[in-house]
């Protein structure tokens, strides 16, 4: 539970230090540290209810025992839950010895909660994601990833266009159009209550996303963000109706056209060490990007062959897109470090392989940052993130590296040409993650690092997702 120990250790930093307060919280971490959720639960509520916290403090308290909430989710399964799922979809009974071999390797994740063994809820599928000898075992197609149909990016390559720039590459455009709705569930809040939401909403400052309009929405008053924050959203008012769920819902429209850049054409020039640009992307940006030994020493062994900026991309994007697979994750809230999640763990799902992918080429000073929102395929709509690297000369170059991840493609690029290149298939929404809200946020996110699927919170505390829930329609025009 480092996340947990973060936010405790942050707790410190606001002052709570009496001797009566910090026996509190060493028992607290001690309780968490055991796994005994319910004990650390009551000694939280024993702590707020004395009145003697700041609201810093109280808050992150209160975000601690939320945390443990959120593990909790996440950790829902029984061993007999995992077994069915690995009869009924993989055909076959794991023995106890082959139970443990996931588990020692951590291919099989779980978690000791109030005395009980608790795995993963995605924990059975992820197994013949990430383990090649458990798929030799099963007699059932594998469970896809991420990654959408081929044929779309292949005939788009097709009909690509220069730009320009030197080696860059532009595809046909898509314009969609959404219907997004956020419904917060009945009696989530008392009757009354105020709830505030921030709908997801495309960026203005992109320049392969263009036609953004808003058309319609829930409430007949909003405020857009405008892309002041690295999340743009729309943020809605309502109150709460007792025994009735509270739906907001936008339609907008947008065009996005992807784009590819052909490495071998592109001319890289020296990088100007003293820009902003420079600084602010080679630089750690914690608790996520951060050059840590195991970075350090996994980014130098798979770059001491690579001498230029192209070569340091390529070198990392094929190891990782080589030896990270596809995997179900944990909520990113409840990760210290996701980077060296994925080193330790030996799996990432798209986030969690690019902040891997960005840190690694920052601490070669190749500046690098986050881009997600969704992939909009047809019949493949979900969350995704993925980066973006600058190269002097050509400005900032797509890297999605999860759909690196794959079969071959029957383009002269292949699979790499998401090394350098992006389908017009997506709905971009953030610039960073981990940024503010407009208008602010007051209480602790639901999803700390991303921005995607939406936030709700009242006048008394954050609403988490098992409290609401999303929808996303699409038409494409």
Not at 421 to 448: A, C, Q
Request: glycine share 4%.
């Amino acid at each position: 539970m480092r996340t947990t120990l973060r936010l405790l250790i942050f707790l410190f930093l606001f002052g709570c230090s009496s001797p009566k307060h910090h026996y509190s919280i060493k028992e607290i971490n001690k309780e968490i540290v055991s796994g005994n959720f319910t004990r650390a639960t009551e000694l939280i509520d024993s702590l707020v209810s004395e009145g003697q916290l700041s609201e810093a403090q109280q808050q992150a308290l209160l975000f601690t025992q939320d945390s443990l909430h959120r593990v909790e989710l996440d950790f829902n399964k029984t061993k007999d839950e995992i077994i069915n799922w690995i009869e009924k979809n993989r055909l076959f009974t794991p023995s106890d010895s082959l139970m443990d071999s996931w588990e020692q390797s951590k291919t099989l994740e779980f978690r000791i909660i109030d005395g009980e063994k608790r795995y993963f809820r995605n924990a059975a599928p992820n197994i013949f994601r990430v383990d090649a000898s458990a798929r030799v075992l099963s007699l059932a197609s594998l469970p896809s990833s991420d990654v959408p149909h081929d044929a779309l990016l292949t005939d788009a390559f097709n009909h690509k266009i220069s730009s320009d720039t030197k080696g860059k590459y532009l595809l046909p455009e898509k314009s969609m159009k959404v219907h997004y709705t956020l419904t917060v569930n009945a009696d989530a809040v008392p009757d009354g209550e105020i709830l505030k939401v921030w709908l997801p909403f495309p960026r203005k400052d992109i320049d392969r996303q263009t036609n953004v309009e808003l058309l319609a929405t829930s409430q007949p008053d909003y405020i857009l963000s405008d892309d002041k924050t690295a999340h743009t959203s729309l943020y809605m008012e309502q109150k709460a109706i007792e025994g009735e769920p509270s739906v907001f819902w936008a339609d907008f429209q947008f065009t996005s056209r992807g784009e590819w850049f052909d490495l071998s054409e592109i001319e890289v020039t020296p990088y100007d060490k003293n820009s902003t640009l420079f600084r602010t992307y080679t630089a750690e940006q914690k608790p996520h990007i951060g050059f840590s030994q195991a970075v350090r020493e996994l980014t130098d062994s798979v770059t001491r062959n690579a001498e230029t900026p192209v070569e340091i991309l390529q070198a990392v994007y094929r190891y990782i897109a080589a030896n990270y697979p596809w995997a179900s994750a944990l909520e990113y809230s409840t990760i210290a470090n996701i980077p060296e999640y994925v080193i330790e763990n030996r799996k990432g799902d798209c986030g969690q392989v690019a902040l891997l992918l960005i840190t690694m080429l920052r601490y070669k000073g190749i500046p690098a940052r986050w881009q997600s929102g969704w992939m909009t395929h047809p019949g493949e709509v979900n969350l995704h993130d993925w980066a973006e690297v600058y190269f002097e000369g050509s400005g900032w170059i797509p890297v999605d590296i999860s759909f690196g991840r794959g079969e071959p493609v029957p383009i002269r690029p292949g699979r790499e040409f998401f090394m350098s290149g992006i389908d017009s298939y997506r709905l971009y929404i953030n610039s960073d993650f981990s940024g503010d809200f407009y208008p602010e946020k007051k209480y602790p996110r639901s999803e700390t690092i991303d921005f995607q699927r939406g936030e709700v919170e009242s006048g008394q505390w954050n609403l988490y997702f098992d409290q609401w829930r999303y929808r996303m329609e699409l038409t494409y025009r």
